[in-house]
């Protein structure tokens, strides 16, 4: 490989690695130090880890380790899963101290920075990926605002330097840099909810790929998250326990995990009765009685589950029974509060664009057919 040495400027080298796009050749794995994968630990049942068991999971089952602010921190990140579980070849290892070597300062990782970097615009430069921000819809011109924010990040790293919002990673880099390198990467955002990399993964799981979770707090900065055996020990543990004490309702080990993600673990024989509840009541199955029960407990004014029905039945009494079941246990699951709103809102929405008055029984049946 060819590089220039740098005399006075402090412009840096530009690898020129020939990257394919079959990950097993590009990266060929000697001896990789796996710290976690799909068969570390399982909560669920299924004798894997996967998107259900991951969602079970929030901050306090790892140890978060702090990343440098400096606009390419997802990169460090993603450098430091890739030294610690010894994903780098010995070449590409050979590579990074011949870049330093050509320098005379402290680089710090900008050798590897700027090789996960290219590795991420020389795969969106094959593969057309249509979705850039993890919560935009997909669309043609996707790629034309993550080339640009690459090519800056790029060029910001080849010259040692901070990057700014205009350079930071996205999705199309997290794909990227799972695809190319065969790891999963797990992100947790600020709400809770986990971000998972490349998307083909919650449909045909995790497989032996090595494990990367990351903290993205604010949107803005990643750190490294280590899984904390103990703690994860410690879920699975919690998960059994849940399910022992619901002896009404029965629950698998993928329905406790289903429970877990958004309620307290110490609160099960109340859940228990409360699902129970809400399953007699409604003829519905658990799946749906879990559902119904988180967004009412949501709700400020909750005390009891069924005080709280018993209001939301008052508050909807113009509708037959036979109609307040189907509203109250649609897809959606509003709360009676809310869904009331919803269709006062649908109403006058609907009158003006059809420049007719529609009854709020014809707004309840489009929307319980979905519209």
């Given amino acids: 490989m060819r590089t220039t040495r740098i005399k006075t400027s402090k412009v840096f080298p530009i690898p020129t690695p020939q990257i394919m796009f079959n990950a097993s050749k590009v990266f060929p794995i000697s001896t990789p130090q796996i710290m976690f994968n799909a068969y570390s630990i399982d909560f669920d ?36 899963f890739m030294k610690h579980t010894k994903l780098y070849t010995l070449e590409e290892q050979a590579r990074f101290r011949r870049l330093r070597s050509t320098l005379n300062c402290d680089v710090g990782l900008f050798p590897e920075i700027t090789y996960l970097r290219r590795i991420a615009q ?70 809770g909810k986990w971000q998972i990399f490349p998307d083909n993964c919650l449909q045909e799981g995790f497989g032996k790929k090595p494990i990367m979770f990351a903290y993205n707090s604010g949107a803005i900065h990643f750190n490294s998250l280590v899984p904390n055996m103990k703690a994860f020990v410690q879920q699975k543990n919690d998960i059994v326990s849940i399910a022992s004490k619901m002896i009404l309702c ?26 129970f509840f809400v399953m007699n009541m409604f003829k ?13 407990r949501l709700d400020p004014m909750f005390i009891t589950l069924p005080k709280y029905i018993e209001n939301e039945k008052k508050l909807m009494e113009t509708f037959p029974d036979k109609t307040i079941n189907k509203l109250l246990t649609y897809e959606a699951f509003k709360t009676a509060k ?34």
């Fill in 45 to 80: 049942g299924d004798d894997k880890f996967g998107g259900p068991d991951l969602r079970t999971l929030s901050k306090k089952q790892f140890t978060e380790y702090p990343t440098m602010g400096d606009g390419h921190c997802f990169f460090r990140v993603l450098h430091r």
């Fill in 122 to 191: 020389k795969f969106c430069l094959k593969i057309h990926i249509k979705k850039y921000g993890r919560d935009q819809p997909p669309s043609d011109d996707a790629m034309s605002y993550a080339a640009s924010s690459q090519a800056i990040g790029l060029e910001c790293a080849r010259k040692m330097e901070w990057v700014d919002s205009r350079g930071y990673a996205d999705s199309p880099d997290y794909e990227a840099c799972a695809t190319t390198l065969h790891i999963v990467i797990c992100i947790l955002q600020v709400n």
């Fill in 250 to 275: 029965k629950p698998t080990a993928r329905q406790v995990c289903h429970m877990v993600t958004f309620f307290n673990a110490a609160d099960a024989t109340t859940l228990d009765q409360d699902c």
């Fill in 284 to 296: 519905t199955n658990l799946d749906k009685a879990i559902e119904m029960v988180r967004v009412r």
């Fill in 338 to 371: 809310t869904l009331l709103v919803y269709l006062t809102e649908k109403r006058a929405y609907l009158n003006r664009r059809d420049n007719k008055i529609y009854t709020i029984d014809e707004v309840v049946q489009l929307y319980l057919n979905g519209d």
